[in-house]
């Protein structure tokens, strides 16, 4: 089994930034896609930014120019650094991993819990 722990969400006035970092815990193998996703009060899921295990990355708008998604496979870890915040950022942020948990393996997806982040005056 594989979970998942997000940290690094907090109260931060607009035009701050913050790091947020996602780990996972657990039998991993190897995590091909990693992605950043948020959700505001009512509002669905929202992707926000995606790594593949090759580097590649793709944002979506609401994060282009602004945040910026990164890896480290030797600790399973991804970032997501988050600069020029709005009010509109407001949003529970989560990881969603896809792991293989041995050689060969299929890929199962994991999403952590979140981890708040408000943008305030």
């Known amino acids: 089994q594989v979970r998942l722990v997000e940290s690094g969400g907090a109260l931060v006035q607009p035009g701050g930034s913050l790091r947020l970092a996602c780990t996972a815990y657990g039998s991993v193998f190897a995590i091909y896609n990693m992605v950043w996703r948020r959700q505001s009060p009512g509002k669905q899921h929202e992707v926000v930014a995606i790594?593949?295990?090759?580097?590649?990355?793709t944002y979506t708008d609401p994060a282009k120019g602004r945040f910026t998604i990164s890896r480290t496979d030797a600790n399973n870890t991804a970032h997501l650094q988050m600069n020029s915040l709005k009010p509109e950022d407001t949003a529970v942020y989560s990881c969603l991993f896809f792991v293989a948990d041995y050689n060969g393996g299929r890929q199962t997806p994991y999403w952590g819990q979140g981890t708040q982040v408000t943008v305030s005056s």
């Open positions: 790594m593949t295990r090759d580097g590649d990355t």
